[in-house]
């Protein structure tokens, strides 16, 4: 089996789920600070929705990714364990392939709500979104588990 060092894929999906939450965060501040797109014509402001729809999709991996990180900075044992172990390079980049698909639709949606035509519907387009978008975030934590959480020895 063609494998590579749990470290190393460990930091690169580090690196993909912060940069796509970084771009995901400059979309939704922007949309939602500077000529709120989802304020309606009767003055609601719906932006508190868009942030409880984004934040649930990125913060509890992004929570899970860094805490094993920081982990293995300041523990030894734990970055030792880190690179001896080994993880198969097809899971690794089906992880880095299947977490890419999902960041990019959580980015391309706050994209697209404001074209919906007004903010009730952007908003309901996201909240919506949530159908599909929960069992794909499921399955993509389910293999990031591989990764970032300890094995049973």
């Given at each position: 089996?063609?494998?590579?060092p749990l ?7 580090a ?5 796509f939450?970084?771009a995901?965060l ?13 304020m309606t ?6 932006q508190k929705s868009?942030?409880q729809?984004?934040?649930p999709?990125t913060?509890?991996t ?18 030792q ?5 080994r993880?198969s390079?097809?899971?690794f980049h089906?992880?880095?392939g ?20 007004n903010a ?8 919506q979104?949530n159908v599909?978008?929960t069992?794909?975030?499921g ?7 591989v990764?970032?959480?300890s094995p049973?020895e």
């Amino acid at each position: 089996m063609d494998t590579k060092p749990l470290l190393d894929c460990q930091r690169a999906l580090a690196l993909l789920w912060m940069g796509f939450f970084a771009a995901i965060l400059i979309v939704v501040i922007a949309q939602t600070s500077f000529g709120n797109v989802f304020m309606t014509a009767k003055g609601e402001d719906l932006q508190k929705s868009v942030w409880q729809w984004m934040l649930p999709a990125t913060t509890p991996t992004l929570i899970l990714v860094m805490g094993v990180l920081v982990n293995c900075e300041l523990v030894a044992a734990a970055r030792q364990e880190a690179q001896r172990r080994r993880v198969s390079k097809f899971f690794f980049h089906l992880t880095l392939g299947a977490s890419a698909f999902y960041l990019a639709i959580v980015l391309l949606l706050p994209i697209g709500a404001p074209h919906k035509g007004n903010a009730a519907e952007a908003v309901d387009m996201l909240l919506q979104s949530n159908v599909y978008m929960t069992p794909i975030q499921g399955l993509i934590s389910a293999a990031l588990g591989v990764f970032f959480l300890s094995p049973k020895e």
